[in-house]
């Protein structure tokens, strides 16, 4: 008896405005032309508890210290892991992701100042195990995503958090595509850092090439759908 494949889970991450949203939905479509199997959720989100969780920790008129800031993203992303990404992936199916816990690491721990020992420690719980095979880290200057942000809508509670805050976010993005941080920290798998700068069509070259270069196994079908 054959059992089935696991499926992959790609995350995108980034600093706000680096175009994660919108690179996730170009992958989207070219994995749907190929006929791949996909699922595609973000975070925190994906499912009633989510959803809830993310309209408070968005709202801009919400005030919530930092711990239980953090707590609250843990809670949704628990919720995320087991009823919605360990069955998808289960299922074959490749799965698209929106932030995950790398974010809670640039933005609670770097940009918060959080223990790092303790946002670890409650992620290991909110995740139970579940890494990622591949993170595509899109890479811009926090400035410059912020302005991209405030074009595209007004600024949430986080966008609101300061210049200070987001530089410290993007410092710890950059400290996580070296490869002495991702030896030290197993639980986030493979991380490639990818150029966001320029069109938006460029990006997406670079994110398929960073994709098919991780798994060959799509670099034949996401060619010919691309």
Known sequence: MNEKKRGRLIVFEGVEGAG???QLERLVGQLA???V???KFREPGGTKLGDSIRALLLDPGSTITARAEA??????RAELVSCELRPALDAGSVVL???????TYAYQIAGRGLAGSD????NMMATDGLVPDLTVLLTLRADVGLERAERRSGPDRIEQSGREFHARVEEAFAEFATRGWQNSHEECGPIV???ASGDESV???RVLDAVTSRFHELRTVLGAAA
């Open 37 to 39: 199997p996909h699922k």
């Open 33 to 35: 032309r190929a006929g």
């Open 20 to 22: 994660k949203s919108t």
């Open 203 to 205: 990006v997406q070259a």
């Open 119 to 122: 946002v670890r420690s409650a």
């Open 193 to 195: 850092a990818v150029d």
């Open 71 to 76: 707590l609250l993203f843990m809670a949704s």
């Open 97 to 103: 992701l929106d932030r995950f816990f790398l974010s």
